[in-house]
């Protein structure tokens, strides 16, 4: 049991990482509403194409300036933590927003073969509903009328959407592996003047394995943010 000067130094530190100014709370209402604006309409592009064609296929290149926009603007996230106006980790952040640049730029609109992958068609589907939950989650938190049912999915639907969402991404990687092999995109092969050998088709085993040690890292984050914003559960994390 936390002693009264524990308490108070957790109340203190609960109640002094809330504080944020008005231009912060202005720009971070700005931003969550355009997020939340811009997977919406990336849902509905998806929607629109799989009605109007009746496959998958073709609707990474349908979606796929909407989706890089919008993908690489949450980068925006990390300024966020670095300036102490979103009080979460930089690390956790980081992986996060990093894997899906990652997955975007030098995985899927890279190698045009592997666009029309069932992977890539599930990692879609599963960001999409993940981000639209998520920034309007913030969005409304921020507005101070959070309906229940937006926190709810919030801290519930990634139990399941997360681990999916990471099957998607590893089929696609998987796809891409003899693609990659036989064109030695992106790989540096001796001899070279900077005397420097790198291959992208080992990298991405390598960036395949590194989900092991690094998604239940993100996994446990959620699930201790879910105890503590829908159980009340008091978890003073370490400063990163
Ligand atoms: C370079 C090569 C790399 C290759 C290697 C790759 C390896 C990768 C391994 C990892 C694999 C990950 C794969 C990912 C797959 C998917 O995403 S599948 C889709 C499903 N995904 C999810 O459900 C997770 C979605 N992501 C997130 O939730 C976040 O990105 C997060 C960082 C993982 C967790 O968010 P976090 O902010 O830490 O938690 P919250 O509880 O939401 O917020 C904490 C507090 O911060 C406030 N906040 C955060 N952002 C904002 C904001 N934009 N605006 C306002 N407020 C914000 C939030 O309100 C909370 O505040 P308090 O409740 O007051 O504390």
Redesign the pocket.
């Known amino acids: 049991m936390a002693s009264s000067d524990d308490e108070g130094s957790v109340e203190e530190k609960e109640h002094t990482?809330?504080k944020i100014g008005p231009l912060a709370t202005a720009w971070?209402t700005f931003?969550?509403i355009a997020m939340t604006a811009g997977w919406l309409v990336l849902a509905i592009a998806m929607i629109r194409f799989y009605a109007e064609k009746g496959t998958h296929k073709g609707l990474y290149r349908n979606i796929q300036k909407t989706l890089k926009f919008f993908q690489t603007f949450a980068l925006l996230?990390l300024v966020?933590c670095a300036l102490g106006i979103?009080?979460?980790?930089v690390l956790?952040?980081g992986?996060?927003?990093?894997?899906?640049i990652?997955m975007v730029w030098f995985i899927t609109s890279s190698i045009k073969q592997v666009q029309s992958e069932h992977g890539v068609l599930i990692?879609l589907v599963?960001?999409t509903v993940?981000e639209i939950t998520?920034?309007s989650y913030?969005t409304f938190?921020?507005l101070n009328h959070l309906p229940y049912f937006i926190k709810w999915a919030?801290y519930n639907?990634?139990i399941v959407?997360?681990p999916v969402?990471?099957v998607g991404?590893l089929l696609t990687i998987y796809a891409a592996l003899p693609h990659v092999r036989k064109s030695a995109m992106y790989s540096l092969r001796l001899p070279n003047k900077y005397n420097v050998s790198f291959d992208y088709y080992y990298f991405l085993i390598i960036?395949m394995c590194?989900?092991i040690p690094?998604?239940p890292q993100?996994y446990f984050?959620?699930l201790r943010?879910r105890r503590r914003?829908l159980h009340g559960e008091v978890i003073v994390e370490k400063d990163d």
């Open positions: 990482k809330k971070l931003y969550n996230e966020h979103v009080h979460t980790s956790v952040t992986v996060q927003v990093s894997s899906r990652f990692f599963v960001w993940t998520r920034y913030y938190k921020l919030r639907l990634f959407l997360y969402g990471v991404e960036a590194s989900y690094l998604f993100l984050h959620m943010q914003v």
